[in-house]
């Protein structure tokens, strides 16, 4: 399997992909992208954030289509192929987190439709985590 793009931001057990994210021990309060150091709720004090599992499905919150490469240091594909992008509400967290969409299109996406978590590669290889169809 490809090595992951970010190291400590996602997991792949068997094929079952998992975001990682941080959970403030004393607010409960989620974080993606994992953090450390201490809470940022200003209305906690807690610097006690643990790593955590999070929900692999949410609704799409938004979403679009990028036609036309992102800059470096992003390896875009020769030719470029443009790709789908999603704004994922996760389904217990109510976090939004962003990212490719894998076999769909803007055309097959409405806002609130369910997506599974998934990975696939990059153009040059590292692999991402990515929304797809449950
Ligand atoms: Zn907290």
């Not at 792949?12 to 409960?28: E, F, K, Q, S, Y």
């Not at 994992?34 to 807690?46: D, E, I, K, V």
């Not at 490469?69 to 992003?74: L, M, R, S």
């Amino acid at each position: 399997m490809a090595a992951p793009a970010i190291d400590g931001w996602f997991t792949v057990d068997n094929d079952i992909v998992h975001l990682i994210g941080t959970r403030c021990a004393d607010c409960r309060t989620v974080y993606f992208p994992p953090l450390t150091g201490f809470c940022r709720n200003p209305h906690c004090s807690g610097e006690d954030l643990a790593p955590d599992r999070l929900s692999r499905r949410g609704t799409v919150w938004s979403y679009t289509n990028a036609c036309y490469p992102p800059p470096a240091p992003f390896v875009a594909a020769e030719p470029y192929t443009p790709v789908t992008l999603a704004a994922v509400e996760l389904a217990e967290e109510g976090i939004v987190v962003l990212g490719q969409v894998k076999d769909l299109t803007v055309d097959d996406l409405h806002v609130g439709m369910e997506l599974e978590l998934t990975a696939g590669p990059l153009a040059d290889g590292p692999l991402v985590w990515m929304w797809g169809r449950p």
